[in-house]
């Protein structure tokens, strides 16, 4: 049976705590760095155009995050680009700030994962950016392959270099529960770095 170990320490606290379960969940997976530029236009809340250097890569079939010093924006559609312009629409989370505001633009990075939430004993993430002049990154889980399907729980946040561990045996709140995941989304919100994203957890699989 796999075990994971993590310690707290804080002062004259200093404690590791190991836990046990039927399957270790292991993922790495590299994330590309975002594209840098400005909100040039604000049409709404969701809707604008973000100006970026030529060479941008993203095209009109992509999905994107949307990342500024104040918030996230996650899976935003690219309406229409061309060489150094990006339009996006709809998504989810924080409203689009003021025109003029410096951004960054991600594609999404798709893994295909199983992972059944209700049966989390322990998981801990990690975005791990060298010298991060960033934003962090947005997880989004899903209940199909490829980012199909629906959502399943709220997504999590995480900021570079700060390691999140939910003890969910330990009484942890549990940011996974629902439908048996899939898939899940991630992308990265430094405009220079390349990241590495980090997933280790333990689940129950016996009936």
Not at 7 to 25: C, E, H, P, Q, T
Not at 35 to 60: C, E, M
Not at 120 to 142: E, K
């Amino acid at each position: 049976m796999p075990s994971l170990s993590y310690a707290v320490a804080l002062g004259s606290i200093n404690k590791a705590v190991i836990r046990s379960a039927d399957d270790l969940i292991d993922v790495q997976v590299t994330l590309p760095a975002g594209k840098s530029g400005t909100l040039t236009t604000r049409t709404d809340d969701n809707t604008g155009v973000v100006t970026v250097a030529s060479g941008h890569g993203i095209t009109d079939s992509d999905t994107v995050d949307v990342y500024w010093s104040t918030g996230r924006r996650y899976g935003v559609d690219v309406t229409a680009t061309d060489a150094t312009t990006i339009s996006i629409d709809l998504g989810a989370g924080d409203n689009l700030p003021a025109s003029s505001t410096a951004v960054v633009v991600c594609k999404q990075v798709v893994v295909n994962k199983a992972i059944d939430g209700d049966a989390l004993s322990i998981l801990g993430l990690l975005i791990d950016v060298a010298a991060s002049t960033g934003f962090g990154t947005r997880l989004t889980f899903f209940d199909a392959v490829s980012a199909g399907g629906s959502a399943v729980g709220s997504g999590i946040d995480l900021d570079a270099n700060a390691p999140v561990v939910y003890d969910i045996t330990g009484g942890a709140s549990n940011p996974l529960t629902g439908s048996p995941i899939l898939s899940f989304v991630a992308s990265n919100g430094d405009g220079t770095n390349a990241a590495t994203l980090k997933l280790q957890g333990l689940q129950d699989v016996t009936p």
